[in-house]
């Protein structure tokens, strides 16, 4: 006979991810809510308990802590949880049960709650001369044309259309969601499999994002001196932190490849340091040097 589930107990459903319907879930994505294994020394708000721990508790015959904690049960079916709960009962807890081991849950909660933390933004995500470069622009301007473009000149991919960002150790990291990994949707051939067409190679799993480049109509009449000499730059902010922005116009018979190309290389110098051309360096026209006389040439 099955014993009957105590009121406290729910099952850990890791095929679930945040956000999720049920209040009960929250806690675990609480990034503020440390979890480990059990230990009656230093207990944690999120408590692992594995069957090394089950064994220790009933060699010594200790009893929960009556404290407001999560616990997860790990490698217990149903009924196994609800029979071990009621001979360790611990009515202010609330306890998960699941067949995972321990390295799995750790992995899956670790993963959910840098989903918590994620920005999505919509754009394409590219490696372009081995920076990371969100490509972004109203829909229908030509991002996987030109992503695909890219491509074909030897760049890689992370993600199309809905790449999502955290904030990493060394940076803003980005990464592609699992349901459109390897894929292109490009306008008049649909969607394609990079990893089919261009090799392995052609991918990336993830990238530090250094710049955004935003494809708009371009509009000569109303673009200034300024821009005209400088581009326009900005920033965006992604993750709480400024990005370096480059607007770039796009017009029939540009070719837009080779414009990305270009304003990511002089990204890439600027951040080394380099200076780049003599106007840069001047602040103004470079000054002409005079002819030396005809003298110096007489020997």
Request: net charge neutral; proline share 8%.
């Amino acid at each position: 006979m099955l014993s009957p589930a105590p009121p406290n107990l729910f099952p850990l459903d890791l095929a679930l991810s945040p956000p999720m319907e049920f209040e009960i879930y929250c806690s675990l994505w609480d990034t503020t809510l440390p979890f480990a294994a059990y230990n009656p020394l230093d207990p944690a708000p999120i408590a692992f308990i594995d069957s090394r721990i089950r064994r220790a508790l009933a060699t010594r015959q200790e009893s929960l802590p009556p404290t407001r904690r999560q616990y997860i049960l790990m490698q217990m079916p149903p009924d196994e949880a609800a029979a071990w709960l009621l001979q360790h009962p611990a009515p202010l807890a609330t306890f998960f049960y699941t067949e995972h081991d321990t390295a799995t849950v750790s992995a899956w909660l670790q993963s959910c709650r840098q989903m918590q933390k994620c920005s999505w933004q919509h754009g394409v995500f590219m490696e372009v001369a081995g920076s990371g470069v969100l490509i972004t622009g109203h829909s229908g301007i030509g991002k996987s044309e030109l992503a695909l473009e890219l491509l074909s000149r030897g760049h890689r991919l992370i993600a199309d259309d809905a790449p999502y960002f955290i904030q990493g150790r060394q940076g803003i990291e980005g990464y592609c969601p699992e349901n459109i990994r390897d894929l292109l949707e490009v306008r008049g051939l649909g969607i394609i499999n990079v990893r089919d067409l261009f090799g392995a190679n052609a991918l990336k799993y993830r990238k530090n994002l250094r710049l955004v480049i935003e494809l708009y109509t371009a509009d000569h009449k109303n673009l200034s001196a300024e821009s005209r000499l400088h581009g326009e730059r900005g920033q965006s902010i992604i993750c709480a932190q400024a990005i370096p922005l480059f607007r770039l116009p796009i017009a029939p018979g540009r070719n837009i490849a080779v414009f990305v190309e270009t304003v990511v290389r002089q990204h890439n110098l600027e951040r080394s340091g380099h200076t780049g051309s003599k106007l840069a360096k001047h602040g103004g026209e470079a000054t002409p040097q005079p002819s030396p006389p005809n003298s110096a040439h007489v020997r």
